[in-house]
């Protein structure tokens, strides 16, 4: 089993929906979770921590933790085409180990 | 502000040449990590760094990786012999002191081709 996994899509929607990535992670103790976003070509760049159970918003992007369920999610309201990119999910775990998901590819469509 | 800097930003070599790529940190931030991307298995921790003491190094491959950091604005990670299996894009990040994991700023990376 993976340590975070996401499902690599690609995910399409139309402009100005609502975009719902998706995560888990198998360490049950994690405390830290992260969401990068990542343009073709270009590095990976952080928009949102989450480390309590619930939401965290900022801006368009909600950041949803359930540690219960080892899920964290994140949604991105008003999809714009400028938010087509890959979106990784990150998570430090109890052991000290930062491990990042795969990846999700997202396409806006305008 | 200069964000980090890699250099090279393209390298294609022969298998079995020795292979040095470079990063430079932001000014004052004193934890630095060196990933490997590939399509197959994403982006991976190799190593990373504290007050340029090199904290965990389990995510390094193999003995023909290795990595330095001899002063805090300048880091390497070396691949001798490389094989075409290291290809991949080689990033370099960085964080300020006491944010560790939480707020790592990444380089634009070293995409190395290894024929």
């Known amino acids: 089993q993976k340590e975070v996994e996401q499902n690599s899509g690609p995910l399409s929607v139309p402009e100005g929906a609502i975009a719902s990535l998706n995560c888990t992670y198998s360490d049950r103790g994690s405390q830290s979770f992260f969401w990068y976003r990542q343009y073709s070509g270009k590095s990976p760049e952080l928009i949102m921590s989450i480390y309590s159970n619930g939401d965290k918003e900022d801006g368009r992007f909600t950041a949803q933790l359930n540690k219960a369920s080892q899920y964290v999610s994140l949604l991105i309201r008003d999809s714009q085409p400028s938010d087509s990119a890959t979106y990784l999910c990150a998570v430090f775990n109890t052991g000290n180990q930062f491990y990042f998901g795969t990846g999700t590819s997202l396409t806006v469509i305008p | ?115």
């Open chain 2, 1 to 115: 502000d200069a964000g980090v800097i890699q250099s090279p930003r393209h390298e294609v070599t022969e298998m079995g040449q020795e292979v040095t790529l470079r990063c430079k940190p932001i000014s004052g931030h004193n934890s630095l990590f060196w990933y490997r991307q590939t399509m197959m298995r994403g982006l991976e921790l190799l190593i990373y760094f504290n007050n340029n003491v090199p904290i965990d190094d389990s995510g390094m491959p193999e003995d023909r990786f290795s990595a330095k950091m001899p002063n805090a604005s300048f880091s390497t990670l070396k691949i001798q012999p490389s094989e075409p299996r290291d290809s991949a894009v080689y990033f370099c990040a960085s964080s300020l002191p006491g944010t560790g994991f939480n707020e790592q700023f990444f380089g634009p990376g070293t995409r190395l081709t290894v024929l």
